[in-house]
Nanobody, 127 residues
Framework: QLQLVESGGGFVQPGGSLRLSCAVS????????LGWFRQAPGNEREGVSF????????MYGGSVKGRFRITRDVAKNTVDLQMINLNPEDPGVYYC????????????????????WGEGTLVIVYS
């Protein structure tokens, strides 16, 4: 059974940085496509960034491109999201998600495509 556990959320001022981490158990990263989604109150869950567990290729949403970086650590079986220059549009619950899809990324996936989800970690940007 695949399990995803997020960590690293918290409070940060505008312009600050946070690093989120997703610990994956039950599957190796090679067999997965992984992503980070976020959901603010009243909004739909939106994709932020994706990474191919086997190939390492990445994709980013337009609002975070250049500020967020997704990486994987095959040895630790983790996927991290480094976020810099956070702004008032970034707060929300950030979820790690995975799909048992091996190979390069083919699309910027919607939430309905992902089968496995973590419980989420809260990011708050305050001034």
């Amino acid at each position: 059974q695949l399990q995803l556990v997020e960590s690293g959320g918290g409070f940060v001022q505008p312009g600050g940085s946070l690093r989120l981490s997703c610990a994956v158990s039950g599957f190796t990263l090679d067999d997965l496509t992984l992503g980070w989604f976020r959901q603010a109150p009243g909004n739909e869950r939106e994709g932020v960034s994706f990474i191919s567990g086997s190939h390492g290729g990445t994709m980013y949403g337009g609002s975070v491109k250049g500020r967020f970086r997704i990486t994987r650590d095959v040895a630790k079986n983790t996927v991290d999201l480094q976020m810099i220059n956070l702004n008032p549009e970034d707060p929300g619950v950030y979820y790690c998600a995975a799909e048992d899809r091996r190979g390069p990324l083919h699309a910027f996936y919607g939430a309905s495509v992902m089968t496995y989800w973590g419980e989420g970690t809260l990011v708050i940007v305050y001034s």
